[in-house]
């Protein structure tokens, strides 16, 4: 991970001790029993938690001498949220005229075109990605999936690989967790292939499950969905992911790829999934806003995770996924915001919220702890990375300190559900990323955020000149 704390001291040659004092409250995760009341939280200098609660290991009981501490008071202490879909090139086009509340079918068309003008390169890529990623660490978001889906046809499959490498630099300069997903969107299927095998390659080399040493980059594959690619790419990136332990994702029953399956196969998005091998245990499909029971039943026999992306879906009038029925048929699902040009925020904590309030639309109410929960374990187990998401001793040290002390939690019985019920935009106060601060006081550490703006405004208007 990148963007070191200058002023923290080392403890024996490693990452430095780092104690999170005096909590309100700690969410340590689903299936840890009641949160704790308060306390501390204990990071070990490989990065990760080594105690959590008031009976937390004293710094000095670790060796550490004058261990950094950050100050929790009033606070609720949450693992580091993870945003399980995004897209972030989509930063850079934001409020595009024409793209609100329009079916699919025409909002994709408007997108291709904006992304014609601006000429997508290296630069675009790292400056939406670093925006992207300021934001999502200034609303609590330690860890992004970032579904790519716009590779230009001008690039040759090595060529692809500066895209990347653009987005990973921007996750490691700002000390966020990147996962690339080498998406495609009517891409050549056998170009995409050698693009993704390429892509994984130079991120993260040949170690199992994608995921460079450190954790900070991660690299997957994804068809946008079979509106989109066709059985040849679903088939080629499946077997790169195999060949390289890759995890695989990508977007189903959503409006306009309900009406293209149904038109071109006359079947549904899931029987295709499962016809060609997209329904397993490492397989995470976003949406699912127009689900069957019958296709909810067959979702959790293969084992496979779902992802609700309500910030997009809703506003777009796209659905609303059944979450209360994924879950209670066993379905892990996480949560992801989609990207800018749809959702118009990458503020995952408030779509939280929005899919809370928006859950007793199609089943049950669920509660703030659920979606929590989902926005964290839940996204985390959809990418294969059981150490995220989680505040448990061993897990790693990802988490955020969010200060519910203000008028908006004035009079909160539930300071860990209040998260979700009050104050949507709220920011936290510090978030720290395998033991390392990268927000401290509401501030970025590794970068000014209105600077990060900046270069992204410069590069856009040298397009609308």
Not at 130 to 137: M, P, S, V
Not at 144 to 168: F, K, M, N, Q, Y
Not at 325 to 354: I, K
């Amino acid at each position: 991970m990148s963007a070191p704390e200058a002023d923290m001291p080392e403890v024996d040659g490693t990452a430095p001790l780092l104690v999170v004092r005096g909590a309100l409250a700690v969410r340590t995760g689903p299936g840890a029993g009641e949160d704790e009341p308060g306390g501390d939280v204990v990071v070990g200098g490989d990065g990760r938690v080594v105690s959590v609660g008031a009976a937390a290991a004293a710094p000095a009981a670790l060796g550490g001498v004058g261990v950094p501490e950050l100050d929790a008071t009033g606070c609720v202490v949450t693992p580091g949220l993870v945003n399980a879909h995004h897209h972030l090139l989509q930063t850079a086009f934001r409020t595009l005229p024409g793209t609100r509340g329009v079916p699919m079918s025409r909002w994709l068309a408007l997108m291709a075109a904006a992304y014609g003008r601006a000429s997508v390169d290296a630069e675009l890529v790292g400056v939406a990605a670093r925006a992207g990623l300021a934001e999502a660490l200034l609303s609590g978001v330690t860890t992004v999936a970032d579904h790519h889906l716009t590779w230009p046809v001008s690039l040759g499959p090595a060529e692809t690989v500066d895209l990347a490498r653009a987005a990973a630099g921007a996750a490691d300069e700002l000390g966020a967790r990147l996962v690339v997903v080498r998406g495609t969107a009517g891409d050549d299927p056998e170009t995409a292939a050698l693009s993704a095998d390429a892509i994984a390659a130079e991120l993260v080399g040949d170690v199992p499950g994608g995921v460079r040493p450190d954790g900070g980059v991660q690299v997957a594959v994804g068809p946008a969905g079979v509106h989109s690619d066709g059985e040849a790419t679903f088939r080629l990136l499946g077997e790169v992911a195999a060949r390289r332990g890759l995890r695989r994702r990508t977007q189903a029953n959503e409006q306009v790829d309900v009406a293209a399956a149904r038109e071109r196969y006359g079947r549904r998005p899931l029987d295709l999934l499962d016809e060609w091998g997209w329904l397993a245990p490492d397989v995470t499909v976003a949406h699912l806003c127009d689900v069957t029971d019958e296709e909810i039943a067959r979702v959790a026999a293969s084992g496979a995770h779902a992802t609700h992306a309500p910030g997009c879906d809703v506003p777009m009038g796209w659905g609303v996924a059944p979450v209360a029925r994924l879950l209670a048929e066993g379905v892990v699902v996480g949560l992801g915001t989609s990207g800018g040009g749809s959702n118009d925020a990458g503020h995952l904590l408030a779509d939280a919220r929005l899919a809370m309030q928006v859950s007793s639309l199609v089943g049950r109410q669920l509660t703030a702890r659920e979606l929590l929960d989902a926005a964290t374990a839940g996204s985390a187990d959809g990418l294969g990375r059981p150490e995220l998401g989680r505040l448990q001793p061993g897990s790693a040290a990802d988490l955020c300190v969010w200060d519910v002390g203000g008028v908006a939690d004035a009079g909160v019985a539930d300071p860990v559900a209040g998260l979700l019920w009050a104050s949507p935009g709220r920011r936290p106060r510090h978030v720290v990323v395998g033991g390392r601060v990268v927000v401290r006081d509401g501030r970025l550490v590794a970068a000014d955020e209105r600077e990060v703006a900046r270069g992204l405004s410069r590069r856009l208007a040298r397009v609308v000149a």
